[in-house]
């Protein structure tokens, strides 16, 4: 239980960070090659504390989860469809989760987006990121060069 004054700070301020982060989410959505906005992962955080706060359990562990998703794709060059899918469910769940909370309902967040958002907190982003040419690698094109740029050109001769 928690007082009126309380309850209307909290609707009024994670409706407007919901709502950011949802438009936020879709936006970044249309444009994977950008890097993904820190005020993502604010708007997650906000939400995940001030929910915890008042209570609510659900929606703070699901916008905890998705904050922790997020800083995660941020160490990507860039998004893939099924981050920006997970991202966008996530913000609709809590949208969602929210207004039911409004009419004064605590419900659970769908399994599904939590899943969603525990698979990429599993993947390697790492990984796709360009490799790293190994040592020996780098030697063998370095012998290529220096074979090419030795072997005479025609038309060119030399000095």
């Known amino acids: 239980r928690i007082g009126l004054q309380l309850?209307?700070?909290y609707l009024n301020e994670a409706d407007e960070w919901s709502r950011r982060l949802q438009v936020e989410a879709g936006?970044?959505?249309l444009e994977l090659h950008r890097p993904l906005p820190d005020s993502m992962v604010a708007l997650a955080h906000s939400l995940?504390?001030?929910?915890?706060?008042?209570?609510?359990?659900?929606?703070?562990?699901?916008?905890?989860l998705l904050e922790q998703a997020l800083s995660h794709v941020q160490l990507a060059p860039s998004g893939?469809?099924?981050h920006a899918a997970a991202f966008v469910a996530a913000a609709e769940d809590i949208r969602r989760l929210l207004h039911q909370f409004a009419a004064g309902f605590l419900r659970h967040a769908e399994a599904g987006v939590a899943e969603a958002l525990r698979a990429v907190l599993a993947e390697d982003?790492?990984?796709s990121q360009p490799p790293v040419p190994t040592p020996l690698e780098l030697e063998?094109?370095?012998?290529?060069?220096?074979?090419?740029?030795?072997?005479?050109?025609?038309?060119?001769?030399k000095l």
């Open 7 to 9: 309850y209307n700070v």
């Open 27 to 29: 936006e970044w959505a």
């Open 48 to 64: 995940a504390g001030s929910s915890g706060t008042v209570g609510f359990t659900a929606l703070s562990e699901l916008a905890r």
């Open 80 to 82: 893939r469809p099924h």
């Open 125 to 127: 982003v790492a990984a």
């Open 140 to 157: 063998s094109v370095a012998d290529g060069l220096s074979q090419l740029s030795s072997r005479p050109r025609p038309g060119l001769q």
